[in-house]
C-alpha cells in the first residue's frame, strides 16, 4: 500500500529531484502536501520553487504550504553559493500559476496528523527541521501519531559540509534538530555519508537528458549547474543528490544500510554548532534513537532514479 507522507522542503536542485522522484512513483508514496521552509534560500523562493516543482511534474493538485521563515533561535544562513540565486538556478523557470495555500505549514502538518489514522503519516524533512519543531512544541501530541520520519541531513564520517564539523540542514536550525531528535518519534537520517555516495557522474546526466522529456532536460540541467560547485569542493566526479535519497528509502529500502544509533545534536559549541553526533560504535550508554545509514548502491539509486522521472 502507498505510504501517506508530506515533505518538508527548501528546494534546493536536489530537492526538487525527490519532489519529482515521489510525485512519479504513486504506488509507494502518497504526497499529501509539500511544505516549504526557509533553508537553501529565503522562504518566499522556496515555496515558490515547490510549486514549480509540482507544475514540472503536471501535479497541480498537490497542496504546497508556506512554513517559517527563520530558525527557531537564529539568524537564517542560506547556501546560495551551492544552488544558485533562486535556489533552482540552471535552467530557465516560468513563475508558477499553481496557488499557495492559505494555510501555514505547520498548521497543515499539525492538522494532518491529528485527523490522519496514528502511525500512518511519514514525514520526509528535505531542509532545516523549523516546522517540524514548530509543529511538536505547538502540538506535543501529534508527535506519537506520526509513523516515521525519514530526513536528510547530519554527517558522521563524513563530518561537516557547511563548516568543519556540521551539515547544512542541521547547522541551520540546530535547536529544531535537537526538538526533532529528542521527540521519541522513529527517525531515519540520510546523513553525507550516504548522499555523497549518490554522485551525479556523466553517464547518469547523459540518462537524464536522454529521456527527451522537460523533466529530463531540467534535471540534467541542474545537476550541471551545481555540479560546478560540488566538484570544485570535493573534486568527486559529480554532484551528490542528498534529498532523492529519502525517497528512494521509501520506494527500495533495500538499497541502504546503517545502524541504530544514538545522535545528540550540538547546540552549544560555536566551533561544532550543529553537529550530528553520531555514537556509531556504542561507545555510550545512551539511548538509541535514529537509524543512521552509513551506505547506499548507487547503481541501483540511479536506476531506480532514471526509471521514476522517465514516467514524468
Ligand atoms: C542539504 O543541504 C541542502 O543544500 C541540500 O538541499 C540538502 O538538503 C545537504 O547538506
Ligand atoms: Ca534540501
Redesign the pocket.
Known sequence: MSRKIIIDT?P?Q??AVAILLALASPENVDVLGITAVA??VPLPLTQKNARIVCELAGKVNVPVFAGCDAPLKRKLVT?EH??GKTGLDGPQLADPTMPLQDKHAVDFIIDTLRHEPPGSVTLCP??PLTNIATAFVRAPEIAGRVREIVL?GGAYFEVG??TPAA???IYVDPEAADIVFRSGVPITVMP?DV?HKALTTAPHVAGFRAMGTDVGRMVAEWTDFFERFDKQKYGSAGAPL??PCVIAYLIEPALFSGREVNVEIETQSELTMGMTVADWWGVTAREKNAMFMGDLDADGFFGLLTERLARL
Do not use: C, R
Request: glycine share 14%.
Open positions: 527548501d534546493g536536489d530537492d533553508g537553501n547556501a551551492v544552488h528535505l531542509g536528510m559540509n557547511i551539515e547544512f540542514n553525507l548522499t542528498h534529498d
